[in-house]
Protein backbone atom coordinates (compact mmCIF):
# COMPACT_ATOMS: atom_id res chain seq x y z
CA UNK A 1 0.00 0.00 0.00
CA UNK A 2 1.67 3.05 -1.12
CA UNK A 3 0.92 6.82 -0.02
CA UNK A 4 -1.36 6.22 2.36
CA UNK A 5 -2.53 9.07 4.83
CA UNK A 6 -3.38 8.53 8.49
CA UNK A 7 -6.41 9.64 9.25
CA UNK A 8 -7.07 8.78 12.85
CA UNK A 9 -6.20 7.52 16.26
CA UNK A 10 -7.32 3.84 17.50
CA UNK A 11 -7.27 1.59 20.65
CA UNK A 12 -3.87 0.55 21.91
CA UNK A 13 -1.65 3.06 21.10
CA UNK A 14 -2.40 2.94 17.03
CA UNK A 15 -3.58 5.05 14.42
CA UNK A 16 -5.86 4.09 11.55
CA UNK A 17 -5.89 4.82 7.80
CA UNK A 18 -8.63 3.78 5.51
CA UNK A 19 -8.02 1.60 1.71
CA UNK A 20 -10.66 1.86 0.03
CA UNK A 21 -13.08 -0.17 2.62
CA UNK A 22 -10.66 -1.65 4.61
CA UNK A 23 -9.83 -0.16 7.91
CA UNK A 24 -5.65 -0.31 8.30
CA UNK A 25 -4.47 -0.17 11.99
CA UNK A 26 -0.50 1.05 12.42
CA UNK A 27 1.94 1.60 15.18
CA UNK A 28 4.14 4.51 15.41
CA UNK A 29 2.56 7.04 13.01
CA UNK A 30 0.26 9.91 13.68
CA UNK A 31 -2.59 11.12 11.75
CA UNK A 32 -1.49 13.35 8.83
CA UNK A 33 1.92 11.04 7.98
CA UNK A 34 1.96 9.62 4.29
CA UNK A 35 3.15 6.48 4.28
CA UNK A 36 3.72 3.20 2.40
CA UNK A 37 2.20 -0.03 4.33
CA UNK A 38 3.19 -3.57 4.44
CA UNK A 39 0.68 -5.93 5.29
CA UNK A 40 1.44 -7.88 8.49
CA UNK A 41 -2.12 -9.61 9.06
CA UNK A 42 -5.42 -9.20 7.00
CA UNK A 43 -8.99 -10.19 7.89
CA UNK A 44 -12.36 -9.05 5.79
CA UNK A 45 -12.93 -5.89 7.21
CA UNK A 46 -9.16 -4.40 8.67
CA UNK A 47 -5.67 -5.31 8.07
CA UNK A 48 -2.49 -4.88 10.64
CA UNK A 49 0.46 -3.00 8.97
CA UNK A 50 3.30 -1.44 9.50
CA UNK A 51 5.02 1.96 7.93
CA UNK A 52 8.46 1.07 5.72
CA UNK A 53 8.30 4.61 4.37
CA UNK A 54 7.43 8.08 4.73
CA UNK A 55 6.93 10.18 2.13
CA UNK A 56 5.69 13.20 4.78
CA UNK A 57 5.16 13.65 8.70
CA UNK A 58 2.44 15.14 9.84
CA UNK A 59 2.94 19.02 11.21
CA UNK A 60 1.73 17.77 14.54
CA UNK A 61 4.38 15.21 14.82
CA UNK A 62 6.84 15.16 17.13
CA UNK A 63 9.98 13.84 17.80
CA UNK A 64 10.57 10.90 20.62
CA UNK A 65 12.76 11.99 22.84
CA UNK A 66 13.68 8.02 24.79
CA UNK A 67 16.09 6.86 23.06
CA UNK A 68 14.11 3.19 23.50
CA UNK A 69 10.93 4.20 21.42
CA UNK A 70 9.93 2.07 19.22
CA UNK A 71 11.07 -1.41 20.28
CA UNK A 72 10.45 -1.02 24.15
CA UNK A 73 6.47 -0.86 23.87
CA UNK A 74 5.78 1.97 25.72
CA UNK A 75 5.04 5.15 25.58
CA UNK A 76 3.57 4.96 22.09
CA UNK A 77 1.98 8.49 21.78
CA UNK A 78 5.59 10.24 22.23
CA UNK A 79 5.40 10.98 18.93
CA UNK A 80 2.10 13.01 18.80
CA UNK A 81 2.27 16.57 21.33
CA UNK A 82 0.78 16.25 24.89
CA UNK A 83 -2.42 18.87 23.58
CA UNK A 84 -3.06 16.37 20.73
CA UNK A 85 -2.48 13.39 22.94
CA UNK A 86 -5.41 14.83 25.45
CA UNK A 87 -7.40 15.57 22.03
CA UNK A 88 -7.54 12.19 21.04
CA UNK A 89 -8.22 10.89 24.63
CA UNK A 90 -11.38 13.15 25.43
CA UNK A 91 -12.35 11.52 21.76
CA UNK A 92 -11.80 7.93 22.59
CA UNK A 93 -13.76 8.77 26.25
CA UNK A 94 -16.88 10.46 23.82
CA UNK A 95 -16.61 7.32 21.24
CA UNK A 96 -16.56 4.83 23.53
CA UNK A 97 -20.11 6.34 25.60
CA UNK A 98 -21.77 7.10 22.47
CA UNK A 99 -21.04 3.64 20.25
CA UNK A 100 -21.04 1.80 23.06
CA UNK A 101 -23.50 3.05 25.92
CA UNK A 102 -25.50 4.34 23.18
CA UNK A 103 -26.94 6.89 25.91
CA UNK A 104 -28.06 10.24 26.30
CA UNK A 105 -25.03 12.57 27.88
CA UNK A 106 -24.10 15.79 28.96
CA UNK A 107 -21.58 17.68 27.60
CA UNK A 108 -17.99 15.87 28.77
CA UNK A 109 -16.27 18.14 30.64
CA UNK A 110 -12.73 18.84 29.12
CA UNK A 111 -9.96 16.40 30.00
CA UNK A 112 -7.81 17.09 33.17
CA UNK A 113 -4.69 16.65 31.80
CA UNK A 114 -1.45 16.11 33.88
CA UNK A 115 0.60 18.60 35.04
CA UNK A 116 4.29 16.32 34.61
CA UNK A 117 4.73 14.63 31.44
CA UNK A 118 8.08 13.03 32.23
CA UNK A 119 8.86 11.16 35.34
CA UNK A 120 5.10 10.95 36.98
CA UNK A 121 5.37 6.99 38.00
CA UNK A 122 5.92 5.69 41.55
CA UNK A 123 6.48 2.44 40.32
CA UNK A 124 8.46 0.52 38.26
CA UNK A 125 9.40 -3.15 37.85
CA UNK A 126 12.36 -4.30 36.35
CA UNK A 127 13.10 -8.07 35.25
CA UNK A 128 16.57 -9.53 34.57
CA UNK A 129 17.32 -11.99 31.88
CA UNK A 130 20.50 -13.72 30.63
CA UNK A 131 18.42 -13.03 26.84
CA UNK A 132 19.02 -9.66 25.74
CA UNK A 133 16.88 -8.31 23.00
CA UNK A 134 18.78 -7.60 20.27
CA UNK A 135 16.85 -4.89 17.78
CA UNK A 136 16.39 -5.19 14.15
CA UNK A 137 19.14 -2.65 13.73
CA UNK A 138 21.72 -4.31 15.80
CA UNK A 139 21.11 -7.63 14.55
CA UNK A 140 21.50 -5.92 10.66
CA UNK A 141 24.82 -4.75 12.16
CA UNK A 142 26.05 -7.72 13.77
CA UNK A 143 26.06 -5.97 16.81
CA UNK A 144 28.00 -8.50 19.64
CA UNK A 145 27.94 -7.34 23.32
CA UNK A 146 30.44 -8.53 25.74
CA UNK A 147 27.41 -9.31 28.04
CA UNK A 148 24.23 -10.95 27.36
CA UNK A 149 22.68 -10.30 30.61
CA UNK A 150 20.22 -7.73 30.72
CA UNK A 151 17.81 -5.80 33.03
CA UNK A 152 15.18 -3.62 31.79
CA UNK A 153 11.27 -4.51 30.26
CA UNK A 154 9.83 -7.02 28.67
CA UNK A 155 9.57 -7.50 24.72
CA UNK A 156 6.25 -8.35 23.53
CA UNK A 157 5.83 -11.52 22.24
CA UNK A 158 9.24 -12.87 23.96
CA UNK A 159 8.62 -13.70 27.50
CA UNK A 160 12.42 -14.92 28.26
CA UNK A 161 13.84 -11.83 26.18
CA UNK A 162 14.19 -8.64 27.98
CA UNK A 163 15.14 -5.30 26.44
CA UNK A 164 18.02 -3.26 28.16
CA UNK A 165 17.14 -0.41 29.67
CA UNK A 166 19.38 2.44 30.02
CA UNK A 167 17.51 5.66 31.22
CA UNK A 168 13.66 5.17 31.49
CA UNK A 169 11.66 8.72 31.49
CA UNK A 170 8.55 7.51 33.67
CA UNK A 171 9.86 7.58 37.05
CA UNK A 172 12.19 9.87 38.86
CA UNK A 173 15.62 9.44 37.55
CA UNK A 174 16.81 7.80 41.05
CA UNK A 175 14.66 4.72 39.33
CA UNK A 176 17.60 4.57 36.73
CA UNK A 177 20.64 4.97 38.72
CA UNK A 178 19.58 2.70 41.17
CA UNK A 179 18.59 0.32 38.01
CA UNK A 180 21.68 0.54 36.64
CA UNK A 181 24.11 0.53 39.62
CA UNK A 182 22.54 -3.16 40.39
CA UNK A 183 23.22 -4.12 36.85
CA UNK A 184 27.11 -3.05 37.11
CA UNK A 185 27.21 -4.36 40.16
CA UNK A 186 25.90 -7.52 38.97
CA UNK A 187 28.03 -7.46 35.73
CA UNK A 188 31.38 -6.91 37.92
CA UNK A 189 30.58 -9.55 40.16
CA UNK A 190 29.45 -12.52 37.64
CA UNK A 191 25.88 -12.51 39.07
CA UNK A 192 23.96 -15.05 37.10
CA UNK A 193 20.53 -13.51 35.52
CA UNK A 194 17.56 -15.91 35.34
CA UNK A 195 16.88 -17.80 32.32
CA UNK A 196 13.13 -17.70 32.08
CA UNK A 197 13.12 -20.85 29.83
CA UNK A 198 15.24 -22.90 32.56
CA UNK A 199 14.50 -21.05 35.15
CA UNK A 200 17.93 -21.03 35.97
CA UNK A 201 20.39 -17.67 37.70
CA UNK A 202 19.73 -15.66 40.56
CA UNK A 203 18.90 -12.15 39.38
CA UNK A 204 15.03 -12.13 38.68
CA UNK A 205 13.43 -8.67 39.32
CA UNK A 206 13.60 -5.34 40.91
CA UNK A 207 10.50 -2.85 42.27
CA UNK A 208 11.65 0.29 42.76
CA UNK A 209 8.37 2.88 44.32
CA UNK A 210 8.82 6.87 45.03
CA UNK A 211 6.50 8.93 47.24
CA UNK A 212 5.94 12.66 47.34
CA UNK A 213 6.85 12.37 50.59
CA UNK A 214 10.87 11.43 49.51
CA UNK A 215 10.69 8.41 50.62
CA UNK A 216 12.23 5.39 48.81
CA UNK A 217 11.25 1.69 48.66
CA UNK A 218 13.78 -0.87 46.51
CA UNK A 219 13.01 -4.56 46.61
CA UNK A 220 14.94 -6.83 45.14
CA UNK A 221 13.93 -10.46 43.94
CA UNK A 222 16.20 -13.30 43.97
CA UNK A 223 16.30 -17.36 43.37
CA UNK A 224 18.17 -18.39 45.31
CA UNK A 225 19.03 -22.24 46.22
CA UNK A 226 21.81 -22.61 48.70
CA UNK A 227 23.36 -20.55 51.64
CA UNK A 228 26.24 -19.19 49.19
CA UNK A 229 24.13 -18.26 46.63
CA UNK A 230 22.43 -15.95 50.02
CA UNK A 231 25.47 -14.58 51.13
CA UNK A 232 26.46 -13.36 47.82
CA UNK A 233 22.92 -11.75 47.15
CA UNK A 234 23.29 -10.17 50.55
CA UNK A 235 26.48 -8.84 49.18
CA UNK A 236 24.49 -6.90 46.51
CA UNK A 237 21.87 -5.63 49.12
CA UNK A 238 24.57 -4.15 51.23
CA UNK A 239 26.38 -2.65 48.00
CA UNK A 240 22.57 -1.10 47.29
CA UNK A 241 22.20 0.39 51.38
CA UNK A 242 25.89 1.86 51.29
CA UNK A 243 25.66 3.14 47.51
CA UNK A 244 21.98 4.44 47.87
CA UNK A 245 21.60 5.78 51.81
CA UNK A 246 18.38 7.74 50.48
CA UNK A 247 16.36 4.62 50.25
CA UNK A 248 14.20 4.16 53.42
CA UNK A 249 12.59 0.48 52.82
CA UNK A 250 15.27 -1.66 51.30
CA UNK A 251 13.94 -5.28 50.95
CA UNK A 252 14.20 -8.43 49.48
CA UNK A 253 11.95 -11.99 48.25
CA UNK A 254 13.58 -15.13 47.81
CA UNK A 255 11.06 -16.35 44.84
CA UNK A 256 11.81 -19.93 43.68
CA UNK A 257 8.95 -20.41 41.71
CA UNK A 258 8.45 -20.32 37.89
CA UNK A 259 6.67 -17.14 38.28
CA UNK A 260 7.12 -13.57 38.77
CA UNK A 261 4.45 -13.15 40.97
CA UNK A 262 5.51 -12.11 44.84
CA UNK A 263 1.82 -11.65 46.18
CA UNK A 264 2.28 -15.33 47.67
CA UNK A 265 5.93 -14.57 49.18
CA UNK A 266 7.21 -13.44 52.10
CA UNK A 267 8.94 -10.00 51.69
CA UNK A 268 12.04 -9.53 54.25
CA UNK A 269 13.43 -6.00 55.06
CA UNK A 270 17.24 -5.53 54.90
CA UNK A 271 17.40 -2.05 55.87
CA UNK A 272 14.73 1.02 57.08
CA UNK A 273 11.30 -0.04 57.35
CA UNK A 274 8.51 -2.11 55.33
CA UNK A 275 7.18 0.37 53.81
CA UNK A 276 6.77 3.70 52.63
CA UNK A 277 4.21 7.03 53.00
CA UNK A 278 2.26 8.88 50.54
CA UNK A 279 0.50 12.26 51.33
CA UNK A 280 -2.81 13.77 50.36
CA UNK A 281 -4.51 16.70 52.38
CA UNK A 282 -3.14 15.91 55.61
CA UNK A 283 -3.78 12.26 55.26
CA UNK A 284 -0.99 9.92 55.23
CA UNK A 285 -1.06 6.31 53.45
CA UNK A 286 1.38 3.30 54.32
CA UNK A 287 1.90 1.58 51.30
CA UNK A 288 3.63 -1.67 51.54
CA UNK A 289 5.47 -3.91 49.37
CA UNK A 290 2.15 -5.70 47.83
CA UNK A 291 0.46 -2.68 48.00
CA UNK A 292 -1.76 -0.95 45.40
CA UNK A 293 -1.37 3.22 44.85
CA UNK A 294 -2.27 4.57 41.74
CA UNK A 295 0.84 5.15 39.91
CA UNK A 296 0.83 8.92 39.35
CA UNK A 297 -0.11 10.25 42.70
CA UNK A 298 -0.27 13.66 41.85
CA UNK A 299 -2.93 13.11 38.78
CA UNK A 300 -4.69 10.63 41.76
CA UNK A 301 -5.17 13.31 44.18
CA UNK A 302 -7.18 15.02 41.04
CA UNK A 303 -9.18 12.15 40.57
CA UNK A 304 -10.15 11.47 43.78
CA UNK A 305 -11.10 15.34 44.53
CA UNK A 306 -13.21 15.26 41.05
CA UNK A 307 -15.12 11.67 42.73
CA UNK A 308 -15.40 13.89 45.79
CA UNK A 309 -17.06 16.34 44.01
CA UNK A 310 -19.26 14.32 42.20
CA UNK A 311 -20.41 12.21 45.28
CA UNK A 312 -21.63 15.62 46.87
CA UNK A 313 -21.72 14.12 50.21
CA UNK A 314 -22.94 16.63 53.34
CA UNK A 315 -21.88 14.52 56.34
CA UNK A 316 -25.22 12.63 56.53
CA UNK A 317 -24.62 10.06 53.68
CA UNK A 318 -23.45 6.06 54.07
CA UNK A 319 -21.08 5.37 50.92
CA UNK A 320 -20.25 2.05 49.78
CA UNK A 321 -17.07 2.38 48.44
CA UNK A 322 -17.19 -0.65 45.74
CA UNK A 323 -13.47 -2.34 44.29
CA UNK A 324 -11.84 -0.17 47.25
CA UNK A 325 -8.46 -1.34 46.98
CA UNK A 326 -6.14 -0.03 49.84
CA UNK A 327 -9.09 2.13 50.79
CA UNK A 328 -7.78 5.10 49.23
CA UNK A 329 -10.83 6.82 48.07
CA UNK A 330 -12.59 5.47 50.98
CA UNK A 331 -10.57 7.12 53.29
CA UNK A 332 -10.30 10.52 51.56
CA UNK A 333 -13.87 10.99 51.79
CA UNK A 334 -14.75 9.48 54.80
CA UNK A 335 -14.61 13.08 56.60
CA UNK A 336 -17.39 14.37 54.51
CA UNK A 337 -19.75 11.31 54.86
CA UNK A 338 -21.54 9.44 57.66
CA UNK A 339 -20.24 6.38 57.15
CA UNK A 340 -18.17 4.40 54.84
CA UNK A 341 -18.15 0.77 53.87
CA UNK A 342 -15.06 -0.58 51.47
CA UNK A 343 -15.19 -3.64 49.93
CA UNK A 344 -12.32 -5.52 47.72
CA UNK A 345 -11.32 -9.07 46.96
CA UNK A 346 -7.18 -8.60 48.18
CA UNK A 347 -7.44 -9.25 51.71
CA UNK A 348 -3.80 -7.64 51.97
CA UNK A 349 -5.19 -4.97 50.31
CA UNK A 350 -8.22 -4.32 52.84
CA UNK A 351 -5.50 -5.07 55.96
CA UNK A 352 -3.95 -2.10 54.23
CA UNK A 353 -7.25 0.22 54.14
CA UNK A 354 -8.05 -0.65 57.78
CA UNK A 355 -4.39 0.70 58.61
CA UNK A 356 -5.17 3.52 56.71
CA UNK A 357 -8.23 4.25 58.26
CA UNK A 358 -6.24 3.92 61.87
CA UNK A 359 -3.20 5.96 61.28
CA UNK A 360 -5.81 8.88 60.06
CA UNK A 361 -8.27 8.45 62.69
CA UNK A 362 -10.97 7.60 60.75
CA UNK A 363 -13.55 5.63 62.83
CA UNK A 364 -15.91 5.58 60.07
CA UNK A 365 -14.99 3.59 57.41
CA UNK A 366 -15.48 -0.21 58.15
CA UNK A 367 -13.59 -2.85 54.94
CA UNK A 368 -14.80 -5.82 54.00
CA UNK A 369 -12.62 -8.40 51.74
CA UNK A 370 -14.45 -10.64 48.86
CA UNK A 371 -15.20 -11.17 45.69
CA UNK A 372 -17.03 -8.19 45.13
CA UNK A 373 -20.25 -10.50 43.32
CA UNK A 374 -20.44 -12.82 46.12
CA UNK A 375 -20.06 -9.64 48.86
CA UNK A 376 -22.51 -7.16 47.70
CA UNK A 377 -25.65 -8.68 47.83
CA UNK A 378 -29.25 -7.82 49.32
CA UNK A 379 -27.82 -9.25 52.44
CA UNK A 380 -25.33 -7.33 52.52
CA UNK A 381 -27.37 -4.41 52.24
CA UNK A 382 -29.58 -5.51 54.54
CA UNK A 383 -27.33 -6.20 57.10
CA UNK A 384 -24.55 -3.15 56.92
CA UNK A 385 -27.25 -0.51 55.14
CA UNK A 386 -28.77 1.06 52.40
CA UNK A 387 -26.43 3.61 50.69
CA UNK A 388 -27.25 6.75 49.60
CA UNK A 389 -24.29 6.93 47.14
CA UNK A 390 -22.11 3.96 45.87
CA UNK A 391 -18.36 4.84 44.09
CA UNK A 392 -17.65 2.14 42.18
CA UNK A 393 -13.70 1.84 40.60
CA UNK A 394 -13.90 -1.55 39.31
CA UNK A 395 -10.80 -3.33 37.33
CA UNK A 396 -10.16 -3.23 33.28
CA UNK A 397 -12.73 -5.76 33.36
CA UNK A 398 -15.60 -3.68 34.82
CA UNK A 399 -18.50 -4.82 36.91
CA UNK A 400 -20.16 -8.19 36.90
CA UNK A 401 -23.68 -8.19 36.05
CA UNK A 402 -24.68 -9.45 39.48
CA UNK A 403 -22.71 -6.47 41.00
CA UNK A 404 -24.95 -3.97 38.57
CA UNK A 405 -28.53 -5.89 39.73
CA UNK A 406 -28.06 -5.67 43.33
CA UNK A 407 -26.33 -1.47 42.84
CA UNK A 408 -29.85 -1.12 40.62
CA UNK A 409 -32.20 -2.62 42.96
CA UNK A 410 -30.29 -1.31 46.05
CA UNK A 411 -31.26 2.22 44.13
CA UNK A 412 -28.72 4.93 45.63
CA UNK A 413 -29.44 8.53 44.84
CA UNK A 414 -25.91 8.79 43.46
CA UNK A 415 -23.79 6.09 41.53
CA UNK A 416 -19.54 7.85 40.95
CA UNK A 417 -18.54 5.68 38.87
CA UNK A 418 -14.61 5.44 38.03
CA UNK A 419 -12.95 3.70 35.49
CA UNK A 420 -9.63 2.83 33.54
CA UNK A 421 -11.20 1.21 30.54
CA UNK A 422 -14.23 3.44 28.98
CA UNK A 423 -15.33 0.75 26.94
CA UNK A 424 -16.29 -1.45 29.73
CA UNK A 425 -17.37 1.51 31.36
CA UNK A 426 -19.64 2.46 28.63
CA UNK A 427 -21.02 -1.22 28.49
CA UNK A 428 -22.08 -1.28 32.30
CA UNK A 429 -23.56 2.09 31.95
CA UNK A 430 -26.02 1.02 29.49
CA UNK A 431 -26.96 -1.41 31.96
CA UNK A 432 -27.36 0.88 34.47
CA UNK A 433 -29.78 3.87 32.11
CA UNK A 434 -32.46 1.80 32.99
CA UNK A 435 -32.53 3.71 36.60
CA UNK A 436 -30.12 6.30 35.85
CA UNK A 437 -28.76 8.87 33.69
CA UNK A 438 -25.27 10.38 33.25
CA UNK A 439 -25.50 13.47 34.49
CA UNK A 440 -21.04 14.28 34.70
CA UNK A 441 -18.38 13.20 32.84
CA UNK A 442 -14.74 13.90 33.34
CA UNK A 443 -12.27 12.24 31.55
CA UNK A 444 -8.77 12.94 34.01
CA UNK A 445 -4.99 11.69 31.64
CA UNK A 446 -2.92 9.23 34.53
CA UNK A 447 -0.36 8.07 31.95
CA UNK A 448 1.26 11.08 29.90
CA UNK A 449 2.16 9.29 26.13
CA UNK A 450 0.05 6.17 26.55
CA UNK A 451 -3.44 5.50 25.14
CA UNK A 452 -4.75 4.73 28.62
CA UNK A 453 -7.26 7.11 30.14
CA UNK A 454 -9.13 7.55 33.24
CA UNK A 455 -12.71 8.11 33.44
CA UNK A 456 -15.01 9.76 36.07
CA UNK A 457 -18.87 9.31 35.40
CA UNK A 458 -21.81 10.90 38.03
CA UNK A 459 -25.09 9.05 37.55
CA UNK A 460 -28.38 10.24 39.58
CA UNK A 461 -31.28 8.24 39.69
CA UNK A 462 -34.31 9.00 37.36
CA UNK A 463 -36.25 8.83 39.78
CA UNK A 464 -36.63 8.53 43.69
CA UNK A 465 -37.99 5.53 45.38
Not at 402 to 413: H, K, N, W
Request: aromatic share 10%.
Amino acid sequence: MEQVTITGVAAEGKAIARVGDLVVFVPYVVPGDIVDLQVKRKKHHYAEAEAVKFHSCSPVRAVPFCQHYGVCGGCKWQILPYPEQLKYKQQQVADNLTRIGKIELPEILPILGSERTEFYRNKLEFTFSNKRWLTETEIRQNVVYEQMNAVGFHISGAFDKVLAIEKCWLQDDVSNRIRNAVRDYAYAHNYSFINLRTQEGMLRNIIIRTSTTGELMVILIAKIVADEEMLRFKQLLQFVADTFPEITSLLYVVNNKCNDTITDLDVLSYKGVDHIFEQMEGLRFKIGPKSFYQTNSEQAYRLYKVVRAFAALTGNELVYDLYTGTGTIANFIARSARRVIGIEYVPEAIEDARVNARINGINNADFFAGDMKDMLTPEFVDMHGHPDVIITDPPRAGMHPDVIEVILATAPRRIVYVSCNPATQARDLRMLDTQYRVTAVQPVDMFPHTHHVENVVLLELRIES
